[in-house]
């Protein structure tokens, strides 16, 4: 009954909801990518521009679920660390180097070599917060 009333208090309550909704959006994210593939399984195989898509759907779901990460420890700490954030930013990054690369554009090396340093730059910042935590 006491943990009831702990899960039923309105923080804990939003924060319930909310990565409830979060993973239910991941979930149907999921859904759609597996009936994707299935449904355009050999235009996949031999098409660039299905596998481009199915690579770019992926790689979205893995920012939602590092945001979905993110803010439940948020919700759980009650603070935010810097480390899920870099970790969620280097990920959005890695998916922009990944879908320039793979776009039928062609690579330009600008673009290219600023996505390389912001994601280093989001690295070393991560490492820095991680040796240098007030928080083991």
Request: hydrophobic share 55%; no cysteine; glycine share 2%.
């Amino acid at each position: 009954m006491k943990e009831l009333l702990v899960i039923l208090k309105p923080t804990n309550l939003f924060a319930h909801s909310v990565k409830a909704i979060m993973w239910f959006i991941l979930s149907l994210e999921l859904i759609r990518i597996l009936l994707y593939t299935l449904e355009d399984f050999p235009r996949l195989l031999f098409s660039e521009s299905h596998g481009y898509s199915l690579i770019v759907k992926v790689l979205n779901l893995l920012v939602l679920y590092e945001i979905l990460i993110t803010l439940t420890s948020a919700f759980e700490l009650r603070r935010i660390k810097l480390t899920y954030v870099v970790d969620t930013a280097v990920i959005f990054f890695i998916r922009e180097l990944v879908v320039l690369t793979f776009s039928k554009k062609g690579i330009d090396l600008q673009p290219t070599l600023a996505y390389i340093g912001i994601i280093l730059s989001l690295g070393v910042l991560r490492v820095i917060a991680v040796r240098f935590s007030p928080h083991p």
